[in-house]
């Protein structure tokens, strides 16, 4: 773990959990590559401009002048009860079967993350997260000085066998696991895709030695190809928390997410929730709710589907186009990402200042694994930019890939 920063005078003086808290590659690669002559492959920002802004501000003047006193005023901790209703249908499209009263609405999924380490979560035990990990999550499970231990996945997500031995060897080694930590649906960095039959025996080995499943899907309705998969916690009620988040599907700025738990952890949930925040922003809450209630999201979501996949399909033809031989990469069927692997011997960390001097961005694998690998690979992310921008970063990359090579 990095330690306090010398040139900062108050090192001292903070709690052993703040050295955990580093900035994460990502931040820092994303202040560098603002500049517009760079393609940015990096960030993971939703293409918001999709909605209809003009519809959204209409409805928003209107609930303001509905119910201003309302949303401008404190509201309860576990968040809007009618919200937390429409929460639930949006999860029913995924199997789930919940009752309101079992959710709390969060700050993004980024604050249910952070509330469901801070009431398991002590330090030194061991959170399992899948090898390449969300960087969000990794960075809460560090400042809780959690020990992150790695399972790999591969193209149908999180490899069970490897699972079963990880669990094995901790349990000999007499080692608290709390959770294992998963983005089963078109994951995040790695573009891949937990399968039906997986879903199953993840369930299964979780039950046989006993621990919780961290199920973050925030990404389950950008499918491109099929129905929504059917969620982890459709089919374990007791052992799977489920994070989710309207980021993706309405709004990022919003920063309304949630979490649905067993009915004993919701409990301690909101009282964590209390002294985090007291209570989520109502302002935000009651515009989810109005969008939900007044607003075709439906079809919202299946426009965002269709714009996310042009882009998708604009990637993985450049990729297939003009990526040198070597190099491989994940053909992800939803979400954001493609999870690309370096011929051996290259190093992506090491090729980023390169690559941003040929005017293309992308994050190194490096910040999605908590021990510091993943030199080898890259993330790269077509949610934002337009499909011939797109085009331009893939043809910029693989040209900076072929000079690493010696082509
Ligand atoms: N989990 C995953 C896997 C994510 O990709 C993100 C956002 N990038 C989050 C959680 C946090 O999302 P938010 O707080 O915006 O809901």
């Known amino acids: 773990m990095e330690q306090h920063s010398r040139t900062d005078v108050y090192s001292d003086r903070y709690a052993a959990r703040a050295a955990g808290m580093v900035p994460s590659e990502i931040r820092a690669l994303f202040a560098m590559v603002a500049r517009p002559e760079i393609v ?151 573009g891949v895709t937990l399968t039906t039959a997986r879903r199953a025996q993840i369930l299964e080995i979780c039950a046989e030695y006993d621990i919780l499943i961290v199920e973050d899907n925030p990404y389950g309705l950008l499918g491109f190809d099929a129905d929504p998969m059917r969620a982890l916690r459709a089919d374990d009620s007791e052992r799977v928390i489920y994070l989710g988040s309207f980021s993706k599907t309405i709004a990022s700025g919003l920063r309304v997410g949630w979490v649905l738990a067993p009915h004993a952890v919701r409990a301690k949930l909101v009282l964590a929730a209390e002294s985090a925040i007291l209570c989520p922003s109502n302002f935000s809450q009651l515009a989810v709710r109005e969008y939900l209630a007044t607003q075709p999201w439906r079809e919202q979501i299946k426009d965002f589907r269709e714009l996310y996949r042009a882009r998708r399909d604009a990637m993985l033809d450049s990729l297939d186009q003009l990526m040198p031989d070597g190099c491989t990469w994940t053909r992800p069927a939803g979400g954001f990402f493609v999870w690309l692997t370096l011929p051996e011997g290259l190093d992506a960390k090491a090729m980023a200042p390169r690559a941003i001097a040929d005017r293309v961005a992308y994050v190194p694998g490096t910040g999605f694994y908590a021990d510091g690998t993943g030199h080898q690979h890259m993330r790269l992310s077509y949610c934002f930019p337009e499909p011939h921008r797109i085009r331009e970063g893939v043809r910029r990359l693989a040209g900076v890939i072929e000079k690493e090579i010696g082509l």
């Not at 790695?150 to 007499?174: F, I, K, M, N, Y």
Request: aromatic share 6%; glycine share 10%.
């Open 40 to 190: 940015s492959l990096a960030g993971g920002a939703p293409y918001v401009s999709a909605l209809p802004l003009d519809a959204v501000g209409r409805m928003l003047g209107d609930l303001v002048a509905g119910k201003g006193a309302e949303m401008l005023q404190y509201g309860s901790a576990q968040g809007d009860e009618l919200l937390r209703e429409h929460i639930c249908e949006v999860m029913s499209l995924e199997g789930v079967q919940a009752s309101p009263d079992d959710v709390v609405v969060t700050v993004g999924a980024q604050q249910a993350l952070d509330l469901v380490t801070k009431i398991f979560v002590n330090p030194g035990d061991v959170v399992l997260a899948e090898a390449p990990s969300y960087v969000g999550a990794l960075g809460t499970f560090a400042s809780y000085q959690a020990d992150v231990v790695h399972v790999p996945l591969d193209e149908g997500g999180l490899v069970p066998s490897a699972l079963r031995e990880t669990l094995a060897s901790l349990r000999a080694q007499g080692r608290s696991v709390k959770f294992l930590y998963t983005v089963p649906t078109f994951q995040n960095p790695a």
